[in-house]
C-alpha cells in the first residue's frame, strides 16, 4: 500500500486518521479481539465480536480481567501470556470457551505483543475454527460452481445415491431401526420400525419418541426418561442392549421387543443414538409355553414318581387281597353300603376295630367309583410325625425347612383326580385339622414354604379306630370337621361278630400265602375250622392271617396246626372257687366205659341246647362245660353230634 504524502515534506500525512481507521477495523473484525495488560491481565478493549463471545449479549467486557473471562484455565493462561511476552506473539487452541447451548467451541487463540499510549499490552485475537471449516466448505462449493454447474450437479447425484443407498438398506432391514438425537427427539424411523409400531415415520419424526413409544414398563408402571437404556446411550456414550423390555404400539398394545441403543458421535462429541429393535413377542410366547411345558414334564415326572413309590410301598405292604370275603349279614350290608356310596363322590368315614378291613373298603369304594382310573393314595396318619404332618399331606418347596432339600409333593396333590385315603384319622393333631378342613371346603392349599395357592380334585375317605363323637366332646377333634368327613358312615364289624366268616378268610388266607411263600398247598380239615371258628380273634381279620401263615409254615406232613392263644384261662381260673356240681343219682354206682362215653355226650349236648348250638365265646357251651373250644369242638367231631 503507498503512503500519501504532502508536497514537499515527505512525512505521512493524516497519523489520526490512520489511528481511527485502524480502531474501527478493530472493532468492526468479525474475528473477535482484545487488548490486554499482560501484567495485571485486564481488558483495556474488546470489540464487538469479542463482547458477544465472551458475554453472548453484547455486553462490554472492558474492565473486567482474562482470568475471569477464562475461570478454569488460569495455568494455561499465564503459560500463553508469559510466551508472548518473551517470544513477542505466541497461539494456542487448548483454551476452551463454552458455547450458548452448553458445548464446548473449539476456538485458536492468537497473541501479539504490542505498545499503546507508552504501555506493552497484548492484542488477542480468537478465532472460531469451526467456522473457518465451514468458510472452507463454502469455498470449496464455490469452487465447485466456478468449475461450473455440471460438477455441483455430478456431485449432488452422487450425495443423493449414497443417501439413496443408505434409505434401501433401511428399507431392506429387519430389524426396526430409528434414531433419537441427544433432546430423545425421533429423527428417523425405517418402514420395519413403522409396521412394528404402526406408526408413520411422519407421526414420529420431530417428536420425543420415549413418551410415545416406551413410557411404561411391562408390569404397567411408569418409565422414566432418567432410567431408559435408549437415553443413557448418548448420556454415558456406551452401547446399551437390552433383552426383554416392551414398546407400545400406536394401538396401545405392548410387544416384547430386544434392542441396542448405540451412541453416534460427531468430532467425538455425541449427538445422539441409533436403536435397532426386533419383536420378540412370538418367541418370548413360545419360549413361555415351552418353560410351562417344560415344568409340567417335572411335575409329572415327580408326581408319577412319588406314584410308582407309593405303589411298590403298598405292594410290599399289603396282601394280594383286595376283595371283601364274607356272606355273613354284616358284609352284606357293607357291600350294599358300599355300592350306594361309591358314584357318588361323597366323603366316607369308615369306622372298626383294628384289622376289620376297613381299608378293604376304601378300596372298593374306591374301584367302583368314577375315579377308578386315578390311584387311590393311603395316607397312615398314625405313623407320621407330628412336625411332618403338613409336609406329609401339602408338600413343601426346596428350602422350607432344614432338611428340604428340592421340591415334594404332598399326598394331596398326588391324589389330584383320585382318591386319598385317610387312614387313623383321629391322630391328625388339632392344629392341622383347620387346614385339612379348609381343603375339604375349597379344594385348595399351599405347599410348606410357598405362598402358590393350588386346587386339588380329590374324593376323601378316612378311616378310624375311635369313637370321634366322644373325641369332639374331649376337645380333641374338631366337630366341623367331623361333620364334614361323617358324610357317609360305614361300621366294619369285628370277626367274633360274624363267625360264619372265618371258614371263608381261613381257607383264602391259607391259599394266598402258600402261594406266596412257596409252600406245598395245605387244606383245612373241620377240626382246624372248628379251632378257628371257636376263637374270639380281639385282633379280627389281621390277626387270623397271621395265625394261618404261622401254621402253614409249622405244618408237618400236610397237617395244619394251631396253637391259639387261651382266652379261657379266667373263667376257669373263676371255676376253681365253684365247688363241683353233685353227680346225677345214675352215676352214684360206678360206670363202664361206654356208659361214661354217653353220659359225656348227653352232657355236651345239653349245654350245646342250653346254648343255642353256640360253642365258643361268652355264653358258649365250652364255657358252661370249662373247657377250651377247641377241645369241644374236637370232642362234638369224635362223637358226631
Known sequence: MKHVVAEGSGVPVGRAFMAELLHAAFDRSPDPGLIIDPYSGQVLHANRAANGLYTGSGVKIAGQTIDQLYPDARGLLHVFTEETLERGHAWTRDLMLSGANGKPLRLEHAAVLASWQGRACVVLSVVDLDQTSRRAVDEEANSYHRKGLEEWRRAERYFREIERENQLILAAAGEGIYGVNVDGVTTFLNPAAETMLGYAASDLVGKDMHSVIHHHKPDGTPYANSDCPIYNAFRQGTVKTVDDEVFWTKQGKPIRVEYTSTPIRDSGAVVGAVIVFRDITERKRNEERLKAALEDNARLRERLEMENAYLQEEIRSHANHYDILGTSDAIINTLKQIELVAPTGANVLISGES???????????????????????RVNCAAIPRELFE????????GAFTGALRDRIGRFELANGGTIFLDEVGE?????????????????????????????????????????????????????????LNVFPIECQPLRDRASDIPILADHFLETCCSRLNLKKLELTKANIAALSGYPWPGNARELQNIIERAAILARNGKLSFNLPS???????????????????????????????????????????????????????????????????????????
Do not use: W
Open 355 to 377: 384289622g376289620t378291613g376297613k381299608e378293604l373298603v376304601a378300596r372298593a369304594i374306591h374301584q367302583a367309583s368314577d375315579r377308578r382310573d386315578r390311584p387311590l393314595i
Open 567 to 641: 382266652v379261657d384261662g379266667s373263667l376257669r381260673a373263676e371255676r376253681r372257687d365253684i365247688p363241683p356240681p353233685a353227680l346225677p343219682e345214675a352215676a352214684q354206682r360206678i360206670l363202664t366205659m361206654d356208659e361214661l362215653n354217653e353220659l359225656e355226650k348227653a352232657n355236651i349236648r345239653k349245654a350245646l341246647d342250653a346254648c343255642g348250638g353256640k360253642v365258643s365265646g361268652k355264653a358258649g357251651a365250652a364255657q358252661l362245660l370249662g373247657m377250651k373250644p377247641t377241645t369241644l369242638y374236637s370232642r362234638i367231631q369224635a362223637m358226631n353230634l
Open 391 to 398: 409336609s406329609e399331606f401339602f408338600g413343601h418347596v426346596k
Open 428 to 484: 391328625i393333631p388339632l392344629d392341622l385339622q383347620s387346614k385339612l378342613l379348609r381343603v375339604l371346603q375349597e379344594r385348595k392349599f399351599e405347599r410348606v414354604g410357598e405362598e402358590r395357592t393350588r386346587e386339588v380334585d380329590i374324593r376323601l375317605i378316612a378311616a378310624t379306630n375311635r369313637d370321634l363323637k366322644k373325641e369332639v366332646t374331649a376337645g380333641k377333634f374338631r366337630e366341623d370337621l367331623y361333620f364334614r
